[in-house]
């Protein structure tokens, strides 16, 4: 017997426009006839406007943020959508494409499909086509930022000094960090430097860095600007003043008693050997080193008995090596100096009758020989205000301190330091007087190995290319310095603006 299975099947219904034989819904029209009658995409806006800014390539967000995208990128997209977000209430959203446009055509083309349901059980799905034109509009930041006079914080870096080795050494840093990349403006002042930033969390970081470089101690203080009373917001101007502690390498200073004693028994007249992120101080009469850091200088401040101005010629008659004496609770000696007793005489009084002889015990035993000329502080004869150096015993005050030995060596010079230069002029009035004390600056780090490991020195092309004249007197002699291997290879940019290249004669 044949097993009978019932079968269903669907009747077809004519549609109601076209005619064709279509199966049976809500609206008795086939799918073209649908599409022809019904316009989802009604409403959702073919072309749109996005806000660009030329300056620094971020698309405006409303109301009032500013975000950066790139061509084709998610970000891009998301900003695309929010901008028709509000006329796509009605419509969900299934897919959004970009479709390829030229990079220079200002206009951004985004494929959308979307399904809405159109009548009972009924969904359509239908795909359009907006596009985005570029209208360029400076942002807040740029504007303020071409105003040239805008700032929100202010850091305010100062050092009482006459002398400027540590702001010198503080330019370079800044530079070789690039600290100074957000600053809206820098100003240069007789004992310091302004840097202006447009955001208070900028200014911070900023302060942060020299905290980190340097022994500085800071203060903060905010003004207001202005205040809405209806929404309770209030406009500041925030200031940060960062001092610098006032001593530079080679100065002498005199140490409390109670300091001395903590840095283990060391005299209280002593010499600043460096200036990094702690104090470096050497006992010229013992070779013994201490490190100050900030804590500890601004807990007990000390000042320096001299400037540079204030320091003496003087020539040396006689040099005797001698040992270093250890006392009870003596700390680190330095292995790179040598202990010795000089003769000296003041290079004015050489050879006159009754010219003065002056003994010295000095760090710089290894260097000096008779018949040198050296620097150094005539404690004896100076007219110094400090009160701890009064309340010293006069036999535990030397004669004189040498402070260096030096010859200048710029002509062998083989290298360079780029400067921190705004709107095409060096930041620091650059003077003759400041330009001779950035050459003072530029002899320290040939001296100090240390100081070399955290700057960047470019190579000077000019001076390495030019032949030596070996008949010049002392053409032959080792200069010490930055080596080749220490050196960088100096990059022109045409288009750089924040830095100049120094050439150093």
């Avoid at 013994?288 to 850091?293: E, L, P, Y």
């Avoid at 470019?458 to 390495?464: H, I």
């Amino acid at each position: 017997m044949e097993h009978f299975a019932p079968t269903s099947s669907v009747g077809m219904i004519a549609c109601c426009v076209c005619g064709l034989p279509i199966q049976p819904n809500q609206a008795n029209m086939c799918s073209q006839c649908i599409r022809s009658h019904v316009d989802i995409t009604e409403g959702i806006p073919r072309t749109e406007t996005l806000y660009i800014c030329k300056f620094c390539n971020r698309y405006l967000v409303p109301p009032a943020g500013w975000n950066r995208a790139e061509l084709e990128s998610k970000e891009l997209l998301s900003i695309c959508l929010k901008k028709l977000k509000p006329k796509m209430n009605k419509v969900r959203l299934i897919d959004a494409v970009f479709v390829w446009t030229e990079a220079h055509s200002k206009r951004i083309k985004v494929k959308l499909t979307i399904q809405k349901e159109v009548f009972t059980s009924t969904i359509l799905q239908q795909d359009m086509i907006c596009e985005f034109t570029q209208h360029n509009q400076m942002c807040d930041d740029c504007r303020r930022a071409e105003a040239k006079d805008f700032w929100r914080a202010c850091v305010q870096v100062r050092q009482k000094a006459d002398f400027k080795k540590t702001l010198f050494y503080l330019e370079q840093l800044i530079l070789k960090h690039t600290a100074h990349q957000n600053c809206t403006g820098v100003k240069p002042v007789p004992t310091g430097i302004d840097f202006f930033f447009p955001q208070l969390q900028d200014a911070r970081r900023f302060v942060d860095f020299l905290n980190v470089i340097l022994p500085v101690k800071y203060h903060y203080a905010q003004e207001l600007v202005s205040h809405d009373t209806k929404n309770n917001t209030y406009d500041y101007r925030h200031t940060f003043c960062v001092e610098i502690v006032p001593i530079c390498r080679d100065n002498v200073v005199c140490l409390p008693k109670k300091v001395a004693q903590q840095l283990g028994n060391m005299n209280q007249i002593v010499l600043c050997l460096r200036v990094s992120n702690v104090l470096t101080l050497l006992d010229p009469s013992n070779l013994q080193m201490a490190d100050v850091n900030s804590t500890a200088f601004w807990r007990e401040p000390f000042e320096s008995l001299c400037s540079p101005k204030m320091l003496t010629e003087f020539y040396v008659m006689d040099v005797e090596p001698t040992e270093v004496e250890r006392k009870p609770g003596h700390g680190y000696v330095s292995k790179k100096h040598e202990l010795a007793d000089v003769w000296l005489q003041r290079s004015n009084e050489v050879g006159k009758d009754g010219a003065e002889t002056l003994s010295s015990r000095t760090h710089l035993g290894r260097l000096l020989s008779p018949g040198d000329l050296v620097q150094g502080f005539d404690i004896r004869n100076c007219n110094v205000n400090n009160d701890v150096l009064d309340s010293m015993k006069s036999d535990e005050i030397p004669d004189v301190i040498i402070v260096f030995d030096r010859q200048r060596r710029a002509a062998k010079r083989k290298w360079k330091l780029k400067r921190l230069v705004i709107d095409g002029n060096i930041v620091g009035h650059e003077t003759a007087s400041v330009a001779d004390e950035f050459q003072g600056f530029m002899e320290d780090i040939e001296e100090d190995p240390f100081m070399r490991e955290k700057l960047n020195i470019y190579k000077d092309r000019e001076r390495l290319a030019m032949p030596v004249d070996t008949d010049e007197e002392g053409a032959n002699e080792v200069v010490d310095g930055p080596t080749l291997a220490e050196m960088l290879d100096d990059l022109d940019l045409g288009g750089d603006t924040n830095m100049e290249e120094e050439n150093e004669e």
